[in-house]
């Protein structure tokens, strides 16, 4: 069975930084882009960064946020640093197989397998 499990989101003050985990079971992330998404309350589900063929980012997190892969632990991370108030949402990892999406298209409909979420709080 395909599992994504989102770990490492929580309370952080502006300026600070949290390490975001997407822990797969069931496949091997190595075959398959990844890409993390959040959603806001009242707002659409955006993406925020891919690995696959290529590693993109949104315009609003480029320079703040990294990307990368622990093939051994069967793992992606995503670090945020310089976290703002707008980066506030439930951050969601999501998978696909690397030939249906290795251009990195960031949209929720070229995303097979998701993870349920890790509620992410940027907040004085």
């Known amino acids: 069975q395909l599992q994504l499990v989102e770990s490492g989101g929580g309370l952080v003050q502006p300026g600070g930084s949290l390490r975001l985990s997407c822990a797969a079971s069931?496949?091997?992330?190595?075959?398959?882009?990844i890409g993390w998404f959040r959603q806001a309350p009242g707002l659409e589900r955006e993406g925020v960064s891919c690995?696959?063929?290529?590693?993109k980012y949104a315009d609003s997190v480029k320079g703040r946020f990294t990307i990368s892969r622990d093939n051994a632990k069967n793992t992606v991370y995503l670090q945020m640093n310089s976290l703002k108030p707008e980066d506030t949402a439930v951050y969601y990892c999501?998978?696909?197989?690397?030939?249906?999406?290795?251009?990195?298209?960031?949209?929720?409909?070229?995303?097979?397998?998701w993870g349920r979420g890790t509620q992410v709080t940027v907040s004085s």
């Open positions: 999501a998978a696909v197989h690397f030939g249906d999406n290795s251009e990195c298209f960031l949209h929720p409909n070229r995303f097979n397998y």
């Open positions: 069931g496949f091997a992330l190595s075959y398959y882009t």
């Open positions: 690995s696959g063929g290529v590693t």
